[in-house]
């Protein structure tokens, strides 16, 4: 069974970091484009980053661009999402999701995926 599993959330202040992970269970993350997306209660979900499968590439949305970093460790079938200078409004659930590629791609759109991960909240507030 192909399976994402994150972590790392968590209640913060504003200007705090978290880090979370995304732990690929049932596959080698090694084949697959990853990407963290991001839903706000009442609100779409959006692309907030995403990593190719060597790491080559990578993308963030503009409201990220600067504070969050994404990186991948094959070896421990992971990738992370560094979260620095958090904002009230970064608050949300966060999903990450893979699909398999051949070529050396990501993309922040969400039909570009087919694994999804259950969530992890993060929380900033004072």
């Known amino acids: 069974q192909l399976q994402l599993l994150e972590s790392g959330g968590g209640l913060v202040q504003p200007g705090g970091s978290l880090r979370l992970s995304c732990a690929a269970s049932?596959?080698?993350?090694?084949?697959?484009?990853v990407g963290w997306f991001r839903q706000a209660s009442g609100k779409e979900r959006e692309g907030v980053s995403c990593?190719?499968?060597?790491?080559?590439?990578?993308h963030y949305g503009d409201s990220v661009k600067g504070r969050f970093t994404i990186s991948r460790d094959n070896v421990k079938n992971t990738v992370y999402l560094q979260l620095n200078s958090l904002k009230p409004e970064d608050t949300a659930i966060y999903y990450c999701?893979?699909?398999?590629?051949?070529?050396?791609?990501?993309?922040?759109?969400?039909?570009?995926?087919?694994?999804w991960g259950q969530g992890t909240q993060v929380s900033v507030s004072s």
């Open positions: 990593i190719s499968r060597s790491g080559y590439m990578n």
């Open positions: 049932g596959f080698i993350l090694d084949y697959y484009a």
């Open positions: 999701a893979a699909i398999r590629k051949v070529s050396n791609v990501c993309d922040l759109s969400i039909s570009f995926y087919g694994i």
